[in-house]
């Protein structure tokens, strides 16, 4: 449903001839919006759905929000597809828990005739996007890799910490790790393995890494800050010191801006959870709403970074901010 509010307050101007379409335009329901995310027991999913409920459009009745939780699990995602479909949603906003098995559940919402927008991370096939909008993970990966073996040596011994597998933030922040070690060829990889984005996970499967290797790992490559943190809690709980080996993650939650500033963490790559939550609901808006002009801060139309182009684009990167000591006093101010 694609509504035309300038129409609607022309006509209802003329009250005399049409006193029955100025009730309609007066009482126009909200568009509803269904946001289908990976999990609620992640930090990052948190501060995207709290990001996402403070819009604008939301505040002032324009439109409704309603936060699904995938539970990162895929056959929950698709059921609440059914659901979406079902409840006839104006539109969905989809943070895929897999890269592949993302793609069904979309293209059923797009033969429902309810268009998709993409946030954070993407399904394989993202021609079935109406629009969709995050950040360049490859670029990620490459931030991180660098980040520790500057500080670690060229002939550094590392272990990485991978998130979910088949997630597309996990492939492609891989992606980019895999681009910097192609050219460090003395960068030795002790071990590699996934802590599912868990910093339960991570803090056992970093003591696991130590047992085996000891004092050889001169830096950890975590592919998000839950697992950075947990990396830095199994340092401690072998007895090293925190900071003492090289960490680097990527989301900027809390916790891990909290490390960077006590130096237990080397580097956070802030993922603005607020622009791609957002950013998408602008999306969506103006896929349903003629001449809607956009309202989050992101956009350069706004005094953001990101351009709008009247939202023509069918893809927009988010910039990534390394947050390091010396910026992250600035940062968690903001947070």
């Known amino acids: 449903?694609?509504?035309?509010?300038?129409?609607?307050?022309?006509?209802?101007?003329?009250?005399?001839?049409?006193?029955?379409?100025?009730?309609?335009?007066?009482?126009?329901?909200?568009?509803?919006?269904?946001?289908?995310?990976?999990?609620?027991?992640?930090?990052?999913?948190?501060?995207?759905?709290?990001?996402?409920?403070?819009?604008?459009?939301?505040?002032?009745?324009?439109?409704?929000?309603?936060?699904?939780?995938?539970?990162?699990?895929?056959?929950?995602?698709?059921?609440?597809?059914?659901?979406?479909?079902?409840?006839?949603?104006?539109?969905?906003?989809?943070?895929?828990?897999?890269?592949?098995?993302?793609?069904?559940?979309?293209?059923r919402a797009r033969k429902a005739g309810i268009p998709v927008f993409g946030s954070n991370t993407v399904v394989s096939k993202t021609e079935l996007y109406d629009a969709y909008i995050n950040s360049n993970d490859v670029e990620a990966g490459e931030m991180l890799a660098k980040a520790v073996i500057d500080k670690a040596g060229d002939d550094a011994k590392i272990v990485i910490l991978e998130g979910m597998i088949g997630q597309s933030a996990q492939v492609q922040r891989f992606q980019g790790i895999q681009n910097v070690l192609a050219g460090k060829p003395n960068v030795t990889v002790l071990g590699q393995n996934t802590a599912n984005w868990s910093r339960a996970e991570a803090i056992t499967l970093m003591e696991n890494f130590l047992t085996a290797n000891g004092d050889q790992i001169k830096g950890v490559l975590a592919e998000n800050d839950e697992m950075a943190v947990g990396a830095i809690e199994g340092i401690r709980n072998y007895g090293l010191a925190p900071g003492s080996v090289p960490v680097a993650g990527v989301d900027g939650i809390k916790d891990a801006l909290e490390a960077v500033k006590r130096g237990d963490q080397l580097m956070s790559i802030l993922q603005d959870a607020k622009g791609q939550s957002q950013g998408a609901i602008d999306l969506a808006l103006n896929k349903l709403i003629d001449g809607y002009k956009p309202r989050a801060a992101v956009?350069?139309?706004?005094?953001?970074?990101?351009?709008?182009?009247?939202?023509?684009?069918?893809?927009?990167y988010v910039p990534w901010l390394a947050v390091t000591s010396a910026n992250v006093d600035h940062v968690l101010s903001a947070h």
């Open 1 to 107: 449903m694609r509504v035309n509010r300038r129409l609607m307050l022309q006509a209802a101007g003329v009250a005399v001839a049409l006193p029955m379409l100025i009730a309609t335009a007066a009482s126009a329901a909200p568009l509803r919006i269904a946001a289908i995310v990976q999990s609620l027991n992640t930090e990052y999913n948190v501060l995207w759905a709290d990001a996402a409920k403070e819009h604008p459009a939301l505040a002032d009745g324009t439109a409704t929000l309603t936060i699904l939780d995938g539970r990162q699990d895929v056959l929950t995602q698709s059921n609440l597809f059914d659901t979406a479909i079902t409840e006839k949603y104006d539109a969905i906003i989809f943070i895929p828990v897999d890269i592949d098995a993302g793609n069904e559940p979309l293209e």
């Open 299 to 316: 956009w350069d139309a706004n005094g953001g970074s990101l351009a709008w182009n009247e939202g023509k684009e069918q893809h927009y």
